[in-house]
Structure formats: structure tokens, C-alpha cells
């Protein structure tokens, strides 16, 4: 159950802001994030902002699988 | 000054009706046999066969980025003739307007109606009004019937499709109802339109490049998957399509991602499917790329034995998947 | 993010880490589950389970709110966009799910059913209709609870009301565990509910069995990396929640929304659609928000001889792991998504209809 989505936050008024990705936008609630800053990414579940995400981590997550499928000897080797 | 909107008396057939024929549709949709008024048009003979075709417009909202009920209603009917090989000769229109309509959305609708018709060289020689009271309609529906004649060298139908047969189409799929959906769930399409048109000049291009398309269709409700899906049902074959061949804009791809939806089963409403024998096939691509309308036309998969269901896919992954055709319009979802 | 998400899903990358798995094979069998309605869908859309070694199977768990929601709860939301006044909002995933009927049916029998994006636009629903009322039909595990407890809280028109069907995820897992017989090799966690609960809630049931868990994301890098997680932790022996989602999941969560969840709701026993009643899986609304509360106010109750499955159908089994779909007498016939038996094939994300609309070919 969670469908949700990476939108970039472009504009907010208290707990209501505008979101977008790939040029399709739409209000979101911002109750569960209150401390989120226009540009930062959210996830977004049903109409609400359900967490920031991590843009550090998206990016050092994608380098680990890419460390990872183009040397399959980091994940330990066979005996 | 405020014009009064659109009144049961417009559709009462007495000279409420005849002053909203006088002011809004005769200007718009000018030519002398709607201008005779009479109760029937009367046209010319046209060589070879006639095509027939009806439809209903019932979308909502009326307008949309790309166009609106009324260009929607001429394409659509246009281009049902156009896949079944025939140039348009004639349309009626038939509306029904709810009661409190604004006279400004009217004579928009039907500017843009008589814009499309131009652009296809047809003519509106017929039609009819009713009015609804409040609460009984959307705004307005809009009721066709279009005539055609049929070119040499129309496309048989599903029938002779053969395995083998390369499927194409003219270019991204779901345009159409990426941007009603957004509409309908209160989001912004953002530049995304619809691909409303006209696809009589890629039908064209095919037969005048000699090319013998073994059937064609225009994608419409139901999107493309559901053309498919009808296709391999009626030729008793399966079409294998490939996930990554597939042209899907990123704004699609996005509204897809957040209401949970699935592009191939998005409306398009002015793209081509063509089944071609593969030898034809980059022949029929190249006829298509000339056009503006077919800058994008592409390969997407080809007709195989018959699987246990009409749509194979196959994932960027290289898995592969059946797939069928759904029975209800697809709903977005939250899981 | 453009060149994350397109990196996540890049089809070398995907096929190589895929490939690596055969190097963590145990030499026995394994058998991992997922519970989330999502990652099925994500599974069979990208054709995953076909890029992975034999010995190693992927099952689908209890993680599709709309399959666990009761017959006689859908039944009771039917009953409620049935009387005189009510505008019954709710997800698209429902509507088509048959009790002794499925509200699409009651609205073309008369009922006033919207379907919605979210809570949010059941909220504006009401502000536009005020003289009706407005119920949105709750379903959802805590991601969605979250965001109907946050409308809640925000002071939404008198004429709003909630009629809760919401599960916890946890102590499902818990009742999964504490099953007699075998139980799943690992457990891929579902990322947008821990998105808001955290991973605290799931280390605790480790003391009850130790069975290794990953946290996974919903792109094909992020599931491969959730099951090499789990792989990993099978091979050396070990019993952990990896967080293999870290850019949404935190280890406490989401503290505001597990705080709005707290506010408004509170636990209750609750059943499960082929399951059976699960101790605190459920949510109810707090005394504070029992006028909001559409079974409350209307004075009705679901109905427990509302049948939720016929006889001979296995849902329950393959709600709980224990049977693939196709294991199933009636998967694909007759039982398909457009004329289903039981609460798996019925929603969009059901395991058999997210099965059999993917079948491999």
C-alpha cells in the first residue's frame, strides 16, 4: 500500500505547497513535514508530503548498486 | 455586457432556436448546404464506396490544453473514417446543451469545431440542438456522423493480420488522457496537451507510398493497449510489445508514476496504430517521419503465435509478462 | 533526482545486480516475503522475479490494504452511501471491490460515490457540499492513516466524517510469525509505511523470531538491494532490519506523523480479509474524534454475516504466503480480476490480480 512519489517542492504557503515531476504538478499537504524548504524533494503519498527525502542518500544509494553490480567481489565472493 | 446564457427555449425548435442557429452556428461553420436549412442535407454523388461513422462526445472538462469538445468532436469522427481508408465528405453535429450554459463556451466550442473541419476539408452540412434543463447534462455533449469515401488500397482489417506483422505507431501514446486524468484528480498538466488532430495525412502517406497496411486504427479510449488487445482477438493472434520501444513522454511517464496508471491504456485521440507486413515496416516509418504529425512514429513490437493472453510485453529487463486488456476504465490508486 | 530515478531503473544495472545473487546462494532454498501491494506491482511490472535465481522465490504477504478490508466493512461503507444525504468519497482501488456489492454497483443503484485523489480532496468535497456529509472511506496501512489523521486534525467542515478501515502493519507481521509451521527466509519491509513508523517497531519482533528483514524502496535497484541485503544477512547467519531506503526511511520514522496517527486514532483488534481478526492491527478513532466517526453517528455496525470469500478459495493462503496464486484451483479460471472470487484478485494490487494481469509469459 504506498504508492508515493518523489516531488520537488516549488512553492509553500503554511501547510499547503505546490509540487512537481516531470512538468506535472499538484497541491500538496505539508501537516506531516513541517520543516520542509522549497527545492527540497518530498515523498508524496495521496496528497500528502509523508516525508524529505534524502538527496544524499538517493545518490550514494545508486553509487553503492553500481559499485556493487560492477564488481560483484564487494558482496563477499563465493567459497 | 453579460450575453443570457443558453435556455430551455434554444431547444424548443421556435425562434429561440432559430436566432442561436442565425448567431452562433451559421457564422462558424459557414457553407451553403447548412446554410439551406432544410431538414436534410443534400450532397453530392461520391465515386467508389461510402464510409459511415458514429460518435458521442461526452468529455469532461470540455476543454483541455491541446483542445476541446468541439475540435475533439470533428477529429474523432474524421479520423474513424480516415483508419477505414475513406476521406471525409460530410459531418452532422448534433448537441445537447444543459440549461445555463454560457453563450461564450458555446461559440468557442464551435469556432474551434469549424477550425478542425477546415483543417480537414470537411464541411458540417447538418444539425441539431436540444437543451436539457439544469442538472440533466454536463455543460454539452456533442453527437457525429461523418461520411466518407473509401481511397483504393483501404486496409483490409484484423483478419489479415499474419505473425510476423510489425506493429507501428505514428507517435508517444496517452497524450490525450495523461492530460484529463490530471485535470480530473486536480493536477497541472503542466505543457503537457492532448494530441487532438487529424490523422488523415498519415493514412495518406501510407497509401501513397504504395504501402499495404494490413490494419489500422485510431487509438482512442482504451488507449493503445486496448487496440492491441481487440486486434489480437480478432486475428487470433498475440502482439509482443516492448516496454522500452514504447514512445511515452516524461509528463506522461510522471502523471503514470503518481495516480498508479498505466500509459498504453491511456486515450490518445490523433495517433495512428498500423500493422504492416515487416518487409513494409521501415518503408511505412519513413512515409510517416516526413510529416509533422509522425516526427515520432516508431516500431513498438510485432504480431506473434497466439499466448495465453493478446499482449506479451517485455520489460527492460528482458522479463516478460502477459498482459489483458482491462474491462473498466483504469482507476488511479494510492497502493 | 532525474538521474537517480532513471539510474535506479537502469536496465544494465538492474540485470547486473540481479546477476550477482547467484553468488550468495545458500545451497537451500529460499523463500522471501513481501507485504506491500506496491512492490508486487513493482516485481511484476519490471518482470523481476524472472531475473532471479531458482532457488530463491519471492511471495507476497498480507501488504494490500484494499485485499485484507473486510467484506462486511465495504459492506458497511455501501450501506452508509446508501442513506439520504451522504456523499461517500473514497481511493480509486476500492470501488470496484465486490462485498455483497461494490460501491461502483451501489452508485449506479443510486449512491453518491466519488472516487479521490487523497483525504485532502474528500476535505474540499465537503466545503463544496455543505449540505451533505461527506464520508471518506478510510483503508490504508500507516502511510495513508497518517494523512487522514493530519485532515483531522486541521479542523475539516462539521459535515466531514471518517469511516476507518486503517491497519498497522506490525502486529500483522507479529501474527505472521507467531503462525505455527514455516515461516518466510526474510522479509522485504515495506518503505513508504516505514517511511512514517521507522524501523524501531520491526527490530522489536526480531526478539520474538529472529528472521532477517531489509527495508525496501519501490525502484528495481532499491528491491534488489533490499533482497541482497536480506541474501547477506542469510549467509552469515544473522537477524537484522537493514535499511536499504534510506533516503525516505529514518530509524524513528516520521515523528509527525506517527504523532497525528497517536492523536486521533488508537488500536483495536480488527479483522483481515481471508485472515481473520489480528489483536491491535487495527484503527479506531480516539473519544475525542468520535463525531467524526461515520459508524458512530449513524449508528451502524458491520454486518459479521457478510461472507468474505466463497468456499474453495485460497486467498487466506495466499494472503499469508503459504500458496502461490496459481497455486489456487480458480487462478485465471474462473477467477480473474474482471469476475473475481476472493479479495486477492479484486484490487488492483491484489497478489492474484497483480498475478495474473502480469502473468510471465
Same mark, same amino acid.
Given at each position: 500500500m504506498c504508492l508515493a512519489v518523489p516531488m520537488r517542492l516549488v512553492r509553500r504557503d503554511g501547510p499547503v505547497g505546490w509540487a512537481e515531476v516531470?512538468?506535472i504538478s499538484r497541491e500538496v499537504r505539508l501537516d506531516l513535514v513541517p520543516e520542509v524548504r522549497p527545492?527540497e524533494w518530498l515523498i508524496v503519498h495521496a496528497g500528502y508530503a509523508i516525508e524529505v527525502l534524502?538527496?544524499?542518500?538517493?545518490?550514494?544509494?545508486?553509487?553503492?548498486?553500481?559499485?556493487?553490480?560492477?564488481?560483484?567481489?564487494?558482496?563477499?565472493?563465493?567459497? | 455586457?453579460?450575453?443570457?446564457?443558453?435556455?430551455? #427555449?434554444?431547444?424548443?425548435?421556435?425562434?429561440?432556436?432559430?436566432?442561436?442557429?442565425?448567431?452562433?452556428?451559421?457564422?462558424?461553420?459557414?457553407?451553403?448546404?447548412?446554410?439551406?436549412?432544410?431538414?436534410?442535407?443534400?450532397?453530392?454523388?461520391?465515386?467508389?464506396?461510402?464510409?459511415?461513422?458514429?460518435?458521442?462526445?461526452?468529455?469532461s472538462p470540455?476543454?483541455f490544453?491541446?483542445?476541446?469538445?468541439?475540435?475533439?468532436?470533428?477529429?474523432?469522427?474524421?479520423?474513424?473514417?480516415?483508419?477505414?481508408?475513406?476521406?471525409?465528405?460530410?459531418?452532422?453535429?448534433?448537441?445537447?446543451?444543459?440549461?445555463?450554459?454560457?453563450?461564450?463556451?458555446?461559440?468557442?466550442?464551435?469556432?474551434?469545431?469549424?477550425?478542425?473541419?477546415?483543417?480537414?476539408?470537411?464541411?458540417?452540412?447538418?444539425?441539431?440542438?436540444?437543451?436539457?434543463?439544469?442538472g440533466?447534462?454536463d455543460r454539452?455533449?456533442?453527437?457525429?456522423?461523418?461520411?466518407?469515401?473509401?481511397?483504393?488500397?483501404?486496409?483490409?482489417?484484423?483478419?489479415?493480420?499474419?505473425?510476423?506483422?510489425?506493429?507501428?505507431?505514428?507517435?508517444?501514446?496517452?497524450?490525450? #488522457?495523461a492530460v484529463i486524468a490530471a485535470l480530473r484528480n486536480a493536477l497541472d498538466p503542466g505543457?503537457?496537451?492532448?494530441?487532438?488532430?487529424?490523422?488523415?495525412?498519415?493514412?495518406?502517406?501510407?497509401?501513397?507510398?504504395?504501402?499495404?497496411?494490413?490494419?489500422?486504427?485510431?487509438?482512442?479510449?482504451?488507449?493503445?493497449?486496448?487496440?492491441?488487445?481487440?486486434?489480437?482477438?480478432?486475428?487470433?493472434?498475440?502482439?509482443?510489445?516492448?516496454?522500452?520501444?514504447?514512445?511515452?513522454?516524461?509528463?506522461?511517464?510522471g502523471l503514470c508514476d503518481l495516480l498508479g496508471l498505466?500509459?498504453?491504456?491511456?486515450?490518445?485521440?490523433?495517433?495512428?496504430?498500423?500493422?504492416?507486413?515487416?518487409?513494409?515496416?521501415?518503408?511505412?516509418?519513413?512515409?510517416?517521419?516526413?510529416?509533422?504529425?509522425?516526427?515520432?512514429?516508431?516500431?513498438?513490437?510485432?504480431?506473434?503465435?497466439?499466448?495465453?493472453?493478446?499482449?506479451?510485453?517485455?520489460?527492460?529487463?528482458?522479463?516478460?509478462?502477459?498482459?489483458?486488456?482491462?474491462?473498466?476504465e483504469p482507476l488511479p490508486r494510492i497502493c | 533526482?532525474?538521474?537517480?530515478?532513471?539510474?535506479?531503473?537502469?536496465?544494465?544495472?538492474?540485470?547486473?545486480?540481479?546477476?550477482?545473487?547467484?553468488?550468495?546462494?545458500?545451497?537451500?532454498?529460499?523463500?522471501?516475503?513481501?507485504?506491500?501491494g506496491t512492490?508486487?506491482?513493482?516485481?511484476?511490472?519490471?518482470?523481476?522475479?524472472?531475473?532471479?535465481?531458482?532457488?530463491?522465490?519471492?511471495?507476497?504477504?498480507?501488504?494490500c490494504p484494499v485485499?485484507v478490508c473486510p467484506?462486511?466493512e465495504i459492506d458497511l461503507a455501501v450501506r452508509i452511501a446508501a442513506l439520504p444525504g451522504v456523499t461517500l468519497a473514497t481511493f480509486g482501488d476500492l470501488v470496484r471491490v465486490?462485498a455483497?456489492?461494490s460501491l461502483a454497483q451501489a452508485r449506479t443503484?443510486g449512491a453518491d460515490v466519488r472516487v479521490v485523489y487523497g483525504v485532502a480532496d474528500a476535505v474540499a468535497l465537503a466545503r463544496s457540499l455543505p449540505d451533505r456529509t461527506v464520508v471518506f472511506f478510510a483503508v490504508g496501512f500507516e502511510t495513508t492513516a497518517c494523512t487522514t489523521a493530519a485532515a483531522l486534525r486541521a479542523s475539516p467542515p462539521d459535515n466531514f466524517q471518517v469511516l476507518s478501515s486503517h491497519r498497522l502493519v506490525?502486529?500483522?507481521?507479529?501474527?505472521?510469525?507467531?503462525?505455527?509451521?514455516?515461516?518466510?527466509?526474510?522479509?522485504?519491509?515495506?518503505?513508504h509505511v516505514?517511511t512514517v513508523t521507522?524501523?524501531?517497531?520491526?527490530?522489536?519482533?526480531?526478539?520474538?523470531?529472529?528472521?532477517?528483514?531489509?527495508?525496501?524502496?519501490?525502484?528495481?535497484? *532499491?528491491?534488489?538491494?533490499?533482497?541482497?541485503?536480506?541474501?547477506?544477512?542469510?549467509?552469515?547467519?544473522?537477524?537484522?532490519?537493514?535499511?536499504?531506503?534510506?533516503?525516505a526511511?529514518?530509524?524513528?520514522g516520521n515523528r509527525a506523523a506517527r504523532e497525528a496517527i497517536a492523536e486521533v486514532f488508537e488500536a483495536a483488534?480488527a479483522?483481515?480479509?481471508?485472515?481473520?481478526?489480528?489483536?491491535?492491527?487495527g484503527l479506531r478513532l480516539r473519544p475525542a474524534f468520535r463525531h467524526r466517526d461515520a459508524g458512530e453517528v449513524f449508528g451502524l455496525a458491520p *454486518?459479521?454475516?457478510?461472507? *468474505?470469500?466463497?468456499?474453495?478459495?485460497?486467498?487466506?493462503?495466499?494472503?499469508?504466503?503459504?500458496?502461490?496464486?496459481?497455486?489456487?484451483?480458480?487462478?485465471?479460471?474462473?477467477?480473474?480480476?474482471?469476475?473475481?472470487?476472493?479479495?486477492?484478485?479484486?484490487a488492483q494490487e491484489?497478489?492474484?490480480?497483480?498475478?495474473?494481469?502480469?502473468?510471465?509469459?
Open positions: 516531470q512538468g527545492g534524502d538527496e544524499e542518500e538517493a545518490r550514494e544509494s545508486l553509487e553503492m548498486a553500481l559499485r556493487a553490480s560492477e564488481d560483484p567481489g564487494t558482496v563477499g565472493g563465493g567459497p | 455586457m453579460e450575453r443570457e446564457p443558453i435556455a430551455l #427555449g434554444h431547444g424548443g425548435g421556435g425562434r429561440m432556436t432559430s436566432d442561436l442557429i442565425r448567431e452562433v452556428f451559421l457564422p462558424a461553420l459557414a457553407n451553403p448546404r447548412l446554410e439551406a436549412l432544410g431538414d436534410a442535407a443534400r450532397l453530392d454523388p461520391v465515386p467508389g464506396r461510402l464510409a459511415m461513422t458514429t460518435d458521442a462526445f461526452v468529455v470540455q476543454d490544453p491541446g483542445g476541446d469538445i468541439g475540435a475533439l468532436a470533428i477529429f474523432g469522427t474524421v479520423n474513424d473514417l480516415a483508419v477505414s481508408g475513406a476521406r471525409p465528405v460530410a459531418i452532422s453535429a448534433a448537441f445537447i446543451l444543459e440549461e445555463g450554459l454560457a453563450r461564450d463556451d458555446l461559440e468557442r466550442w464551435v469556432a474551434s469545431m469549424a477550425l478542425a473541419a477546415r483543417r480537414c476539408s470537411v464541411e458540417v452540412v447538418t444539425g441539431d440542438t436540444k437543451v436539457v434543463p439544469r440533466q447534462g454539452a455533449y456533442v453527437v457525429t456522423t461523418g461520411l466518407g469515401a473509401v481511397q483504393a488500397g483501404a486496409p483490409p482489417g484484423p483478419e489479415a493480420i499474419r505473425e510476423g506483422d510489425e506493429v507501428l505507431v505514428s507517435g508517444p501514446v496517452g497524450d490525450h #488522457g505543457t503537457l496537451r492532448s494530441d487532438c488532430g487529424p490523422v488523415w495525412d498519415l493514412v495518406e502517406a501510407l497509401l501513397a507510398a504504395g504501402a499495404t497496411p494490413r490494419f489500422l486504427r485510431d487509438p482512442t479510449r482504451g488507449g493503445l493497449g486496448t487496440v492491441l488487445g481487440e486486434m489480437a482477438e480478432a486475428s487470433g493472434l498475440s502482439v509482443e510489445v516492448r516496454d522500452d520501444a514504447l514512445p511515452v513522454r516524461p509528463e506522461v511517464a498505466d500509459p498504453i491504456f491511456l486515450a490518445c485521440e490523433g495517433r495512428v496504430v498500423a500493422v504492416m507486413p515487416s518487409e513494409q515496416a521501415e518503408e511505412a516509418l519513413r512515409a510517416w517521419r516526413r510529416l509533422p504529425s509522425g516526427q515520432e512514429a516508431t516500431r513498438i513490437g510485432r504480431v506473434v503465435q497466439r499466448a495465453p493472453a493478446p499482449i506479451v510485453r517485455v520489460t527492460p529487463y528482458g522479463g516478460r509478462r502477459l498482459c489483458d486488456v482491462p474491462a473498466a | 533526482m532525474k538521474e537517480w530515478t532513471s539510474g535506479l531503473r537502469d536496465p544494465g544495472r538492474v540485470r547486473g545486480l540481479a546477476a550477482e545473487m547467484a553468488a550468495l546462494d545458500p545451497g537451500r532454498p529460499i523463500r522471501l516475503m513481501h507485504v506491500c512492490h508486487e506491482h513493482a516485481l511484476c511490472a519490471a518482470g523481476i522475479r524472472d531475473l532471479l535465481p531458482e532457488w530463491l522465490t519471492l511471495v507476497a504477504g498480507p501488504g485485499c467484506a462486511s465486490p455483497r456489492i443503484r506490525p502486529p500483522a507481521l507479529q501474527a505472521l510469525l507467531d503462525l505455527p509451521g514455516e515461516t518466510p527466509d526474510g522479509f522485504l519491509l515495506p518503505g516505514l521507522g524501523t524501531k517497531a520491526y527490530e522489536d519482533l526480531l526478539s520474538r523470531r529472529p528472521i532477517p528483514m531489509a527495508v525496501a524502496g519501490f525502484e528495481p535497484l *532499491d528491491i534488489l538491494q533490499a533482497i541482497r541485503a536480506i541474501l547477506e544477512q542469510v549467509r552469515r547467519g544473522r537477524a537484522e532490519v537493514v535499511n536499504a531506503y534510506p533516503r526511511v529514518r530509524e524513528q483488534d479483522p483481515w480479509r481471508g485472515i481473520g481478526t489480528i489483536p491491535g492491527s *454486518d459479521p454475516a457478510v461472507q *468474505d470469500a466463497p468456499t474453495g478459495c485460497r486467498c487466506g493462503e495466499v494472503l499469508l504466503g503459504r500458496q502461490e496464486p496459481e497455486e489456487c484451483p480458480f487462478f485465471g479460471n474462473p477467477c480473474v480480476p474482471d469476475d473475481p472470487m476472493g479479495p486477492c484478485m479484486v491484489g497478489t492474484c490480480a497483480a498475478r495474473y494481469r502480469h502473468r510471465r509469459a
